[in-house]
């Protein structure tokens, strides 16, 4: 498997560490409530199909990234600058 | 027997070696197989379940039969198919699974109890008693059953790893690859082309038709020389793919040196390849089948190819007598061949009624069938069937076709399930199976050698289009454009064993068994009757398995399915794909600027994640690690010790909003911070579980300088990234982790600040160093930084220097204490003097433990939102009867503690419903007297002073403590601040 990192191009998957689903970009507001935080924390959908996920180039730039990866097929559409995706939603 | 005047073995180089003990002669380009069966030797091993004796089938890498070791002592290489393996001068191979010899074995009794040793047999037999099957059975079937040995000894041989890279992969060097890769090569793409042969050219080596007005194999030479001249093509032979994987990437095992004897100077035997390409073709050719019969594995029974192989390439014929049986137009070939070299064909028999033989030069038996054979360890007759009743024929040699399996496996590596294609009975890659894959050749079901020359042309053209490059115009050479036709025939009816599956002696009656019993599902039968399991993988044998457990179920055959294809596609040593992980291999070591000078002072090494650290520091005269370890504690309670601290993570942390970011990853406040100062920091989860701690210091306005323990280090770097990318990429902070750029090292006890006065440019007093404070110091002339911080409760500092520095300072260092009556401590000593102190490491915050249960609660900040706040504020995590830290003393002074050992009420029984905490950290501190330990006891704040048990189960250690504060030493921390 590879990842295409923005920074440093198509490198194997050993270099990257797997978070897990982007919803971590989301972090509730520390009054949002225990349903937010355990949603936030704890509850997961687990698609056929496609996912954005969170990765870190670790043993590259250090960047993180969300893919969008597809939990069938494996393949890799869309791979962008965590900190872009962040900042778009602030 | 060797037929003069054909084939590509070297005449001029004879190679000698040995099997089982005896010398044979051979040529240059020989395997195992045809050297052997030109010395006329035909039984080559023993079936893995009945010892059945049993000769070469195939001439490739799908051999179910003839594997051997090779190789002795430690570089013996067990399983090694004497199809694949070439000879060469010095080389000692053996037999496998016979006792005592291949020609009389012993365990060939199993065949004559063969009745009840059908399919299941294990299953149903050794169900009773129980405990029989590990005690009696298991031993008894292992040594009768089996493969190869291993040495049993560590392997001594050298094996790599590598990674390639290119536009397009080809794999298999026969007429499709050849073409493909020579159409994409000339347009200028990054060609690798593998082949898994010694020798490239694929089926051309083995045939007798031309290609062009060469004769095909000159042909293929000729390729592969331009090839081979081209600056922008790789060719990699003796090399299987083996797997494919996401991502375009494959892998492939090289066998380097497995070919001749010079295994020194670190030449590897294998490499195993990572190779990702932007596009691939299959190339990968066909695999003949057999057809099941009576007594169709007798050694002498092949498969027509193979024996074409064996004739063409290696001038070998395996019989003086031969006989074809098929059901196709294909053996008719092999037949042609044997006649045009001069070897007496018996017949050839052709299922087929209604085949049209024209002017053959061989008797042909239309309609006709091999019903069973005779002969002992080798063939010496077959019994034929036609319309008119059974006749016996006298050969030596039977080439069996029953049709050609395209070799769909690699296609199927990403899920993908094979297409049944009628016409030719068998199964072709569906299409798209694999992304960016182009199968072509024999591989996609098609078979003459002009159509492939064409396909593989085809397909290089559309590698081409796939990598958005311009085709150049490639010729298509003229060659044979036979048909091929067949009529299906898998198993000849009639009684007795017709062998399907060679490697694992499943017999037709095998599969029909399994189907009776209702195990119909492919993958069930495959369970239940060993069907193309071990080192082949049933390459040969696992579609007509399937066409028989089709007729059984009364299913059609693409009903029926086939069974998963997994890599590996050939079996690949584990040392090959783990090359280089053995010994100092296996992880990187991270040393320290002071470890050759710790190792001079034969100091053993502890492993802290990949660093080294010295866990004490013996002296002469000392008889265990406790008497060093009490006297560096000593060092450090009442001179002064030195300590290596570089492995702790150092993270610098520099701009305007570094204050906001360290409030943010810890539960303290840290902007309030004054520069010049140092800070304790607790870092948590977001689950609200304590990751961290350790101190931050405040370098500048804008400038931090924090440090993380040793074994948490990777972590923090990467939440750090988390939380300033992901969660505020607003913030405008940066950081990098310091950690090899600095050499720290602890100074510690009561004669601290007499040691640094000697050594800093100028000197420190208390007032201008308080506890907690931290700044640069000039050390020789070298600006180096110093933190007034402390890890034992004593008076103590902590020196950082460049790297460059770090040796020599450690060297100063030591001397400099030794004349004040101290010297280095290691980790030993480090862990008592922190246990003393209450000072928690990660066996205290082991992931479970929450600020609250580490006595910290306090310490989460009202005033700020932090990571894992909210989620440590939920009641479950700050519940008084949650365990939380104390310390434990023995009641009696010589009472053992022990690490890991569970809590109880004094006199309560030691049972999971009782149990009340566990012991987290222990050491025997000199001052006092007795050992001491660090623990999680329930609501344990509250009971300082009670008596309790502290049991160890695995040990057999139980032990009266007392609960008391998890402090042991200068309570109020005077000495610290002194």
Redesign the interface.
């Known amino acids: ?2 990842i295409d990192c923005p920074l440093c191009g ?1 490198r ?2 050993r270099e990257f ?1 797997y ?1 897990g689903a982007a919803v ?2 989301a ?2 507001a ?1 009054d949002a409530g225990e349903a937010a ?1 355990d949603a936030y ?1 704890h509850l997961r959908d687990n698609p056929a199909g496609q996912t954005r996920e ?1 990765w ?1 180039h ?1 043993a590259g730039c ?3 990234l969300m893919v969008t990866r597809d939990t069938v ?4 559409s869309g791979v962008e ?3 872009d995706v ?2 778009a939603a ?1 | 027997m060797r037929v003069a005047g054909k084939g590509l073995i070297d005449r001029s180089r004879r190679v000698r070696f040995s099997f089982d003990g005896k010398t044979y002669g051979g040529f240059a380009g020989d395997t195992v197989a045809s050297a052997l069966l030109a010395n006329g030797v035909k039984l080559m091993g023993r079936s893995f379940k009945y010892h059945r004796p049993r000769g070469v089938l195939s001439a490739g890498s799908e051999e179910p039969n003839a594997l051997i070791t090779v190789g002795k002592g430690a570089q013996a290489e067990p399983n090694v198919r004497a199809t694949v393996q070439e000879i060469y001068d010095g080389l000692v191979t053996r037999s496998q699974n016979a006792w005592p010899s291949l020609d009389f074995d012993v365990m060939a009794a199993n065949d004559l109890a063969a009745p009840f040793l059908g399919a299941g047999f294990y299953y149903k037999t050794f169900m009773w008693p129980k405990r029989f099957w590990e005690a009696v059975y298991e031993p008894i079937i292992r040594k009768a059953a089996g493969l190869g040995a291993l040495s049993g000894q560590s392997n001594v041989d050298t094996y790599e790893k590598a990674f390639a890279f290119c536009d397009l992969l080809v794999i298999g060097a026969g007429p499709t690859g050849l073409m493909a890769a020579l159409t994409a090569a000339r347009a200028g793409a990054d060609v690798v082309l593998v082949d898994e042969d010694s020798l490239m050219g694929g089926r051309l080596n083995a045939e007798t038709g031309a290609v062009g007005h060469q004769s095909g194999a000159v042909w293929a030479a000729g390729v592969v020389a331009e090839l081979s001249g081209m600056e922008n093509v790789r060719l990699m032979s003796r090399t299987t793919v083996t797997g494919v ?5 494959y892998g492939a095992i090289e066998r380097v040196s497995q070919h001749h004897a010079e295994r020194s100077g670190g030449r590897p035997v294998a490499c195993f390849w ?1 190779i ?1 390409a932007r596009h691939c073709v299959l190339a990968a050719g066909a695999i003949e089948r057999p057809i099941a019969f009576q007594n169709n594995d007798r050694p002498g029974v092949m498969t027509a190819g193979a024996v074409r192989a064996y004739l063409n390439r290696w001038d070998v014929s395996p019989g003086k007598r031969v006989a074809v049986f098929g059901n196709n137009d294909d053996a008719h070939r092999t037949a042609r061949d044997l006649v045009a070299a001069g070897v007496h064909v018996v017949g050839l028999i052709d299922a087929r009624a209604d085949v049209d033989v024209g002017d053959a030069a061989y008797p042909v038996f239309a309609g006709a069938q091999v019903c069973n054979t005779g002969g002992r360890n080798a063939l010496e007759s077959i019994t034929v069937r036609t319309a008119t009743g059974e006749h016996a024929l006298q050969v030596d040699c039977l080439a069996v076709s029953g049709g050609w399996n395209p070799t769909v496996h690699l296609t199927c590596h ?1 899920n993908g399930r094979p297409t049944w294609r009628e016409d030719i009975q068998a199964f072709v890659p569906t299409e798209g199976a694999v ?1 960016d894959m182009t199968v072509a050749g024999a591989c996609n079901g098609v078979f003459s050698t002009a159509a492939c020359l064409a396909d593989g042309v085809a397909a290089g053209k559309a590698a081409l289009k796939a990598l958005g490059k311009r085709t150049a115009e490639v010729e298509v050479p003229v060659a044979e454009d036979a048909p091929y036709a067949l009529e299906p025939l898998w198993a000849v009816a009639g009684k007795g064993r017709a062998w399907l599956d060679f490697q694992n002696d499943v017999s037709v009656k095998d599969i029909r068994q399994a189907a009776a019993e209702n195990f119909k599902s492919v993958e069930h039968m495959k369970r239940y009757t060993t069907q193309g399991m071990a080192t082949d993988q049933g390459k040969s044998s696992n579609i007509g398995a399937l066409a028989i457990l089709a007729d059984a179920t009364g299913r059609a055959i693409p009903e029926t399915g086939t069974t998963t294809y997994r890599p590996p596609f050939v079996p690949v040593s584990i040392a090959a794909m783990g090359a280089g992980g053995q010994g100092h291999g296996f992880a990187p070591e991270r040393w320290t600027t002071s470890h050759k000078r710790t190792e001079e002072m034969g100091a053993p090494m502890i492993e802290a994640g990949l660093w080294y650290r010295p866990s004490y520091f013996p002296k002469a005269g000392e008889a265990t690690w406790r008497e060093s370890c009490d006297r560096e504690v000593g060092y450090v309670r009442k001179a002064v010790g030195v300590c290596d601290v570089s492995t702790l993570g150092k993270i610098d942390i520099q701009g305007p909003d570094a204050g906001k970011l360290l409030d943010f990853v810890y539960t303290n406040v840290f902007s309030t911070l004054k520069v010049g100062r140092v800070r304790y920091g607790l870092m948590l989860r ?2 609200g579980t304590v990751m961290d701690d350790g101190t931050t210091a405040r370098l500048g306005d804008d400038h931090f300088v924090m440090t993380t323990t040793t074994a948490a280090a ?1 972590a923090v770097m ?1 939440h750090l ?2 939380v300033s ?3 505020h ?2 913030w405008e902070v940066a950081f990098t982790s310091v950690t090899e750029q600095w050499a720290q090292f602890a100074v510690a006890g009561p004669k601290a600040r007499e040691l640094l006065n000697g050594l800093v440019d100028a000197p420190i007093d208390g007032e201008s160093w308080p506890f907690m404070a931290c700044g640069p110091v000039s050390v020789g002339g070298v600006t180096g930084r110093l933190f007034r911080i402390s890890f034992s409760g004593e008076h103590a500092y902590e020196l950082a220097v460049p790297s460059r520095y770090g040796a020599a300072l450690f060297d100063e260092l030591v001397a400099r204490s030794e004349k004040l009556g101290g010297g280095p401590y290691g980790m030993e000593a480090l862990n008592v003097l922190r246990i003393e102190k209450g000072f928690i490491t990660h066996a205290e915050i082991e992931g479970r433990a929450t600020a609250f249960d580490v006595g910290m609660g306090r310490m989460i900040s009202a005033k700020k ?1 932090c990571i894992g ?3 440590a504020a939920r009641p479950g995590l700050v519940e008084e009867d949650r365990p939380q830290l104390v310390g434990l003393r023995p009641v009696k002074a010589d009472g053992a503690l022990t690490g890991g050992a569970h809590l109880f009420d004094a006199g309560a029984e030691p049972v999971r419903v009782n149990h009340q905490g566990h012991v987290s950290s222990v050491g025997f501190s000199p001052d006092l007297g007795c050992m001491i330990g660090l623990g999680f006891l329930r609501r344990g704040p509250a009971r300082m002073g009670e008596v309790i048990d502290m049991v160890d189960h695995v040990r057999g250690v139980q032990t009266r403590v007392t609960v008391c504060a998890p402090v042991f030493i200068d309570p109020d921390g005077e000495r610290v601040r002194g």
Not at chain 1, 73 to 76: F, L, M, P, T
Not at chain 2, 245 to 249: E, I, M, P
């Open positions: 498997m590879r198509a194997d998957r560490y978070q971590m970009l972090r509730p520390p935080w924390l969170l870190q670790e250090g960047a993180w097929s494996h393949v890799i600058m965590a900190e962040k900042r602030l | 994987y996401d991502g375009s990437t990572r990702v990403m992304p977001e689950d990777g990467r990234e988390f990318q992901c969660l990429p607003e939102d706040k909210v989620m």
